[in-house]
């Protein structure tokens, strides 16, 4: 099978996810303009282990594309940043 990937984006592990995947980011490769932040998750979920436990769906995860909080059908780009994070309380 021909792997169309082409585009990279980087992608940033905040916090708790820093820690379980014991990185706090990296370069991955995408298919280009119109994916989405739900697809770019569900590629690192279908790694296993911690990333499937932690990026399981109802687990509680924040994104942000370029610093700007951003929802699963938010489009990515070439050269864009997405961080995951769990979210912060104060107190």
Do not use: C, K
């Amino acid at each position: 099978m021909l792997d169309t990937r082409t585009e990279t984006l980087h992608v940033v592990y905040l916090a708790r996810l820093r820690e379980a995947f014991a990185s706090s980011g990296e370069a991955f490769a995408f298919a280009g303009d119109g994916t989405t932040v739900a697809e770019v998750i569900e590629t690192l979920r279908g790694r296993g282990g911690a990333w499937a436990t932690e990026l399981a769906p109802g687990r509680a995860v924040r994104i942000a594309v370029n610093q700007v909080m951003a929802s699963p059908s938010t489009r990515v780009h070439a050269g864009d940043e997405v961080a995951l994070f769990p979210p912060v309380t104060g107190g």
